[in-house]
């Protein structure tokens, strides 16, 4: 095994392990089989699955057990080894100018688009904010499915972020309260970050509307039910001080994830109301279609 030395930051050096090419390969295979089991995920989740100590190639929870994972990721992909779609990354995004060459073009592009109302008949409006875009990538597809609004925070949310979104819901006609669903860190930032956002939220909605507010994960009870990695709290981090270890919402498996949270939001919608809303989807979108060919044979 080969070792290079390695500043500790208090001036004394200490040499650390580098992998061999049968680790690397037993590292590659671990995260072959993760998103083969479950995808899409985003490299941090891989990241936390890695750090599993019963593995056979675990990884050490650190930056630099982070970078190792990030490059055998790139590596992966490159190599077509792992398609790239298996990865979730909403932390970069571009911004696109979408044109048609007619509004029949435009009709027909559209069509795909058009929702029903999954929550017309619900008792509640719902949206779902996450900690990181780490987490909103992975959830993202799920709440577009079930048309629930997504926000990631950032860690503390802007004060001016959260004001816009509490005034466009103000700006409706909906008074029905408002369930918000909370996805982050169990940490001694993480439990405060969505007591801050619930109570900043409460301040700007308008005082009619109900704000019911839900931390689905991470909880301590799901840290021993899934038996998710911890790693202690940091000297000298004086708040929350009864959050004795650190869990990143990324340690929770994706898949587990996503059906905590699917269930969670389905439990709040009409019985069937996605079936039926996906019949009349179906329906309405062959009526564009339709429209689409009269305005192409100028009948329209």
């Known amino acids: 095994m080969t070792t290079s030395p390695e500043n500790n930051g208090a001036g004394t050096i200490k040499k650390r392990d580098r992998r061999t090419n049968a680790r690397i390969d037993q590292l590659d295979r671990q995260i072959i089989e993760v998103l083969e089991n479950d995808h ?11 750090t599993d100590p019963r593995l056979p190639e675990p990884v050490e929870k650190s930056d630099r ?13 490159r190599s077509g080894r792992v398609p790239y779609g298996w990865f979730a ?29 999954l929550w017309r008949d619900a008792d509640v409006r719902c949206e779902v904010w996450v900690e990181s875009r ?5 959830i993202s597809p799920g709440c577009r499915d079930l048309a629930v609004n997504l926000f990631p925070c950032g ?34 930032a993480g439990v405060l970050i969505d007591v801050t956002l619930e109570r900043e939220l409460r301040t700007h ?3 009619e509307i109900d704000l019911l507010f839900e931390r689905v994960g991470i909880n301590p009870e799901q840290i021993v039910e899934y038996d998710l990695p911890t790693k202690p709290r940091k000297a000298g981090d004086k708040r929350s001080l009864h959050v004795e270890h650190s869990v990143e919402a990324e340690a929770m498996p994706a898949g587990i994830l996503r059906d905590l949270l699917r269930s969670r939001i389905e439990s709040l919608l009409p019985p069937r109301a996605l079936e039926v809303a996906r019949i009349a989807e179906r329906e309405e979108r062959r009526t564009l279609v339709e429209m689409a060919t009269l305005y192409e044979e100028g009948r329209i």
Do not use: K, W
């Open 155 to 188: 860690g503390f949310s802007s004060l001016s972020f959260v004001h816009d979104a509490a005034e466009e819901l103000n700006g409706s006609e909906d008074r029905r309260p408002l369930h918000v669903l909370y996805i982050g860190d169990h940490d001694p």
């Open 40 to 50: 899409p995920q985003s490299v941090r989740h891989i990241f936390y699955r890695m």
């Open 89 to 117: 990354d909403m932390s970069r995004r571009g911004f696109y100018t979408h044109t048609f060459t007619s509004a029949a073009d435009f009709i027909r592009a559209m069509q795909t688009a058009y929702r029903q109302d």
């Open 205 to 207: 909605l308008d005082p």
């Open 65 to 77: 057990g982070y970078r190792h994972v990030q490059n055998r990721c790139v590596v992966l992909r």
């Open 134 to 138: 780490s987490i909103a990538s992975v």
